[in-house]
């Protein structure tokens, strides 16, 4: 069967894939969750109370610290022109990942890129 949000979340912290930060009122305020084998961020979100404050950007940075830097990592995000992706996108580039190629559509049907970090 498919696993719950909160049964997935959990299976991924154990298998210290997933970081997560609460705020102040022990809400979760942001999680991101990474592959060690394909050297991927596979997903990060920061709630939207939570935006604007550097949050993406300590996951970000400290997701890059745990995957492999001497192998590209590469990241799934929203494509130029997807409002929604905005964000993301400038974040991601800040911290040294480049546009690289067309990934078709999520799930909500909205265009997605791969972007790499590579190594140096």
Known sequence: GTASFPEHLA??????????????RG?????????????????????SRD???GLGEILLQYAIYQLD???????????EGVPTGM??????????????EPAGLNPAGLPTVILRRMPG
């Open 87 to 100: 964000g993301a996108r400038k974040l991601y580039r800040k911290c040294g990942f480049d546009e690289s």
């Open 11 to 24: 299976m991924v912290v154990g298998e210290e894939r997933a970081f997560c930060v609460r705020n102040e």
């Open 27 to 47: 809400e979760l305020s942001g999680v991101i969750v990474v592959s060690h084998e394909k050297n991927e961020i596979e997903w990060l979100a920061v709630a």
């Open 51 to 53: 935006r604007n404050n």
């Open 69 to 79: 830097g001497q192998r590209p990592m590469v990241v799934q995000t929203f494509a």
